[in-house]
């Protein structure tokens, strides 16, 4: 029981320590419209956010099933189309690719079954050119 005392000042301390700086964190920060407006169009967040108004009046403007403009249009079908040729130049160098792959390893098999064929004629040659068996003559 001893312990609990020092342990239980600790913690109330620990806690009002705490607070206070909660309360200082917060007081620090203004609450003024300009701050807020020169805080986020700082940086890169100007890029991503628009003001509250634009963003109302967009939506306001364009509803989900609102007809959309000939310049949304083409820039659509401008997308699509540069995907869709992506996608082509990506699949040809693939099949560009594969292509000369097989042709090599056909290339290779060729090579080895010609290098087999030389070694089994070397082995099996009688010394007479061109070889007996093919020499022979039927009476």
């Not at 956010?49 to 079908?77: C, I």
């Not at 070397?122 to 003559?137: C, I």
Request: hydrophobic share 30%.
């Amino acid at each position: 029981m001893s312990w609990m005392r020092p342990d239980l000042l600790t913690c109330l301390a620990l806690l009002f320590v705490l607070t206070l700086f909660y309360e200082v964190d917060t007081a620090i920060v203004p609450d003024g419209k300009e701050s807020k407006k020169a805080a986020s169009l700082q940086g890169g967040l100007r890029r991503i956010f628009m003001e509250e108004s634009d963003a109302t009046n967009f939506f306001k403007r364009r509803g989900r099933r609102a007809v959309k403009s000939q310049d949304e249009l083409n820039v659509e079908q401008q997308q699509r189309l540069a995907a869709d040729e992506r996608k082509r130049e990506y699949h040809e160098e693939q099949r560009n690719e594969f292509e000369n792959y097989a042709e090599e390893e056909h290339d290779e098999q060729d090579e080895r079954t010609q290098e087999s064929t030389e070694q089994w004629r070397e082995f099996h040659h009688d010394g007479l050119d061109p070889s007996y068996e093919y020499n022979r003559h039927t009476v």
